[in-house]
């Protein structure tokens, strides 16, 4: 298959703010988040929601200052003043915003700080708001020996440049237009897939997700929370891959099922067809010419027939 591949995005499966909100929604958040994440995105429901918009950014930074402004409950995310967030990310272009520093304190306090071995076990506010201010973004997925050429030097966070664009964006923003302003109802909760097969999709073809310690043992469930993204064989192995993300596990959900990407609960599947996370998520799979071919119907002569399904299957 030529390396050039690149699939083109289905038309009925969009990428939306209320799929945003779910990957933010875990279900171990503590409670005052769900309301600062729902405000967040009535603020900016008008923001252009397409896979690749920086406004996923804008969400997340928004969500955390206001969580950070109302989780005593003394106040409700709807009742901070534009004012104050606008005075909130007024900073100079050319360091980190002071909101970095707050956050964090409000995170400890909250206990959304621990220690812990991996990222993954990370809480899943302290898990969002690394991957916000993390300085050293533009070097994840090299090489251990393209950093050894090329020495990490720290550069603006993603929560910079979101601070930056949420400051331009508020600056003309109207209470009136907050007012009237609305956001999908998205609740906290995980997602949970049973499918016969389930399979994961790149330009390679489309392989198996198998139990990495018994590979014979065959994965029946995929369940996503928030960012985490898990999957269970028919032995009970609980797993994690790097090709697995939650964003893309909902995507194929909606393909299947036909219900929205941000949809909870337990759904069964025949098959489920999941676009690698290296891949963009918002594609259709069947635009991957082997399974493109495997469910087309050939018609001819049978020893013909042959012949072309064996040299699909090389």
């Given at each position: 298959?030529?390396?050039?591949?690149?699939?083109?995005?289905?038309?009925?499966?969009?990428?939306?703010?209320?799929?945003?909100?779910?990957?933010?929604?875990?279900?171990?958040?503590?409670?005052?988040?769900?309301?600062?994440?729902?405000?967040?995105?009535?603020?900016?429901?008008?923001?252009?929601?397409t896979k690749?918009?920086?406004?996923?950014?804008?969400?997340?930074?928004?969500?955390?200052?206001?969580?950070?402004?109302?989780?005593?409950?003394?106040?409700?995310?709807?009742?901070?003043?534009?004012?104050?967030?606008?005075?909130?990310?007024?900073?100079?272009?050319?360091?980190?915003?002071?909101?970095?520093?707050?956050?964090?304190?409000a995170?400890?306090?909250?206990g959304?700080?621990?220690?812990?071995?991996?990222?993954?076990?990370?809480?899943?506010?302290?898990?969002?708001?690394?991957?916000?201010?993390?300085?050293?973004?533009?070097?994840?997925?090299?090489?251990?020996?393209?950093?050894?050429?090329?020495?990490?030097?720290?550069?603006?966070?993603?929560?910079?440049?979101?601070?930056?664009?949420l400051?331009?964006?508020?600056?003309?923003?109207?209470?009136?237009?907050?007012?009237?302003?609305?956001?999908?109802?998205?609740?906290?909760?995980?997602?949970?897939?049973?499918?016969?097969?389930?399979r994961?999709?790149?330009?390679?073809?489309?392989?198996?997700?198998?139990?990495?310690?018994?590979?014979?043992?065959?994965?029946?469930?995929?369940?996503?929370?928030?960012?985490?993204?898990?999957?269970?064989?028919?032995?009970?192995?609980?797993?994690?891959?790097?090709?697995?993300?939650?964003?893309?596990?909902?995507?194929?959900?909606?393909?299947?099922?036909?219900?929205?990407?941000?949809?909870?609960?337990?759904?069964?599947?025949?098959?489920?067809l999941i676009?690698?996370?290296?891949?963009?998520?918002?594609?259709?799979?069947?635009?991957?010419?082997?399974?493109?071919?495997?469910?087309?119907?050939?018609?001819?002569?049978?020893?013909?027939?042959?012949?072309?399904?064996?040299?699909?299957?090389?």
């Amino acid at each position: 298959m030529p390396d050039a591949f690149t699939p083109e995005p289905t038309a009925e499966i969009s990428y939306a703010l209320d799929l945003e909100m779910s990957l933010l929604l875990a279900s171990s958040a503590p409670a005052p988040w769900l309301a600062a994440v729902t405000e967040s995105a009535r603020i900016l429901a008008g923001r252009p929601w397409t896979k690749g918009s920086p406004a996923s950014g804008e969400l997340c930074t928004l969500a955390l200052l206001l969580y950070t402004r109302t989780y005593t409950g003394e106040r409700l995310p709807h009742d901070v003043p534009l004012e104050e967030l606008r005075e909130a990310l007024d900073e100079p272009l050319d360091r980190e915003p002071r909101i970095v520093d707050e956050i964090d304190a409000a995170l400890t306090v909250t206990g959304q700080v621990r220690d812990v071995r991996s990222a993954e076990e990370a809480p899943p506010l302290r898990r969002i708001f690394d991957a916000a201010r993390d300085r050293y973004i533009a070097y994840a997925g090299m090489s251990m020996a393209a950093l050894d050429v090329e020495s990490p030097v720290p550069g603006p966070s993603p929560m910079r440049r979101a601070a930056e664009r949420l400051a331009e964006y508020l600056t003309d923003y109207t209470p009136l237009e907050r007012e009237g302003a609305a956001a999908p109802k998205v609740e906290c909760g995980p997602l949970v897939v049973e499918a016969t097969t389930i399979r994961i999709v790149n330009s390679g073809g489309a392989m198996p997700l198998e139990c990495p310690r018994r590979s014979e043992d065959r994965v029946r469930v995929v369940r996503v929370d928030g960012r985490l993204a898990t999957f269970e064989c028919e032995q009970g192995h609980l797993s994690q891959d790097w090709r697995l993300s939650s964003a893309h596990v909902r995507l194929a959900v909606a393909r299947a099922t036909g219900a929205r990407p941000s949809v909870q609960g337990t759904r069964r599947v025949k098959e489920l067809l999941i676009m690698a996370s290296d891949m963009p998520c918002h594609s259709d799979p069947f635009w991957n010419p082997f399974l493109r071919a495997a469910r087309t119907e050939l018609v001819g002569r049978d020893d013909a027939i042959d012949r072309i399904r064996r040299l699909i299957s090389r």
